[in-house]
């Protein structure tokens, strides 16, 4: 192949139409197209356009030539299929080529980091392994999926992003991670039917993950959720992005849960992540969200249920047996050693208390985040 030459192009040599097989069979067989037309009950007509091409070779035809040639009808079917494949194929290529432009909408660089696309150029070919990627049949199917997203998700903005934009289309790659990671846990792990009790009473457990290092809660979060029917997983921010994370039921009896790592610390990641449980235990299984706010745990939020997603999470991670002991710990200014001494006494990890104490601005945003573990997926 020629450098530059589009792999997709059309080579009407590289899979002949059965007729040319036909007419070759019954060159050797000594039968003209008349007698053979004799032999089938067809017309000499439709033979020749049989042989020219013109005509679909039909699973009834072919079970007549096999009497016919000796030829069996499966062979003769699977020749025509490859060949109307092919046709397929061609009239396809023709179609992308003038579509190539929609792969400028996408992050083309992150996409090459992700291993789906082998390069950057804008053809026809990795046009067709983006859209194999997502799973849709051309770029208008993929618009009507995501705008069916759009409406779907149930934001934390205030405000819809602009259809069409970057973001969408970064995030629109983001989201297809998650949803193929959600289906490839669901695969490896022993995924059982969503189950809200189970899943209340993980929270004790999951809480207490706080305290270990990523190498740790990175295989335990997926495994522990995975007995309650959540499928837990981990899709690194891309450039653009500002989702931190998802809910979404893949059925009526499995959620996913995705998470970034779009603040980079734990008190976010974490206050995220029970975010997140509260949408799967207090609403509907028909509802899906995402959650991309600046701020997550903001109050100026468009839906209600963010709200209660929100109390969900900084109830789970000071519950209310410390809430007397974290108002006096907020009063008043307090060194930082009592700060982690409250942290020890609610099980958490300080870096969350800090970011307790910072959003309810009884700290500084400056003082205190040595304590933060830095959270990387990549």
């Not at 522990?224 to 029917?229: D, M, N, T, Y």
């Not at 891309?238 to 039921?249: E, N």
């Not at 449980?277 to 839906?303: I, P």
């Not at 709200?307 to 060194?335: G, K, M």
Request: with cysteine.
């Amino acid at each position: 192949m020629t450098p530059g030459a589009d792999p997709l192009a059309y080579a009407p040599t590289s899979v002949p139409h059965p007729g040319e097989t036909l007419q070759d069979t019954l060159d050797e067989l000594g039968i003209p197209q008349a007698d053979l037309a004799r032999r089938t009950g067809l017309s000499t007509k439709h033979i020749n356009q049989v042989i020219k091409g013109t005509a679909a070779l039909s699973p009834d035809t072919a079970l007549l030539l096999e009497r016919t040639t000796g030829v069996p009808a499966a062979l003769w079917n699977s020749m025509e299929a490859a060949y109307r494949t092919q046709q397929a194929r061609a009239e396809e290529s023709k179609t992308l080529a003038s579509r190539v432009d929609w792969l400028s909408r996408f992050p083309l660089a992150e996409l090459v980091k992700l291993q789906v696309l082998p390069n950057r150029e804008k053809t026809s070919a990795n046009l067709l392994k983006l859209l194999d990627w997502f799973g849709v049949a051309d770029p208008d199917t993929a618009e009507d999926v995501w705008r069916n997203y759009r409406t779907a998700f149930r934001r934390s903005t205030v405000q819809e992003p602009t259809e069409g934009t970057a973001a969408e289309y970064a995030t629109a790659v983001w989201l297809r991670q998650a949803e193929l990671q959600a289906r490839e846990l669901a695969r490896t792990l022993d995924l059982l039917p969503y189950n809200k009790h189970e899943l209340a009473a993980l929270l004790p457990t999951l809480r207490a993950l706080t305290l270990t290092g990523q190498d740790n809660w990175i295989e335990e979060l997926p495994r522990l959720c995975a007995r309650a029917g959540v499928a837990v997983v981990f899709v690194p921010a891309l450039p653009k992005t500002r989702v931190s994370g998802v809910t979404r039921w893949l059925t009526p009896e499995r959620v996913m849960v995705a998470l970034s790592d779009r603040f980079k610390r734990d008190d976010q990641f974490w206050f995220s992540f029970f975010h997140e449980l509260g949408h799967v235990l207090l609403h509907g299984k028909r509802l899906t969200f995402m959650d991309d706010s600046e701020n997550l745990r903001s109050k100026t939020h468009a839906d209600p249920a963010e709200d209660e997603a929100n109390d969900f999470a900084a109830n789970t991670l000071i519950p209310p047996q410390h809430a007397a002991a974290y108002r006096q710990l907020r009063a008043r200014p307090v060194p930082l050693d009592r700060i982690k001494a409250f942290a020890r006494e609610a099980g958490i990890s300080p870096g969350i208390v800090i970011g307790r104490l910072q959003h309810d601005k009884a700290l500084d945003w400056n003082i205190g985040n040595h304590f933060k573990r830095t959270v990387a997926l990549n």
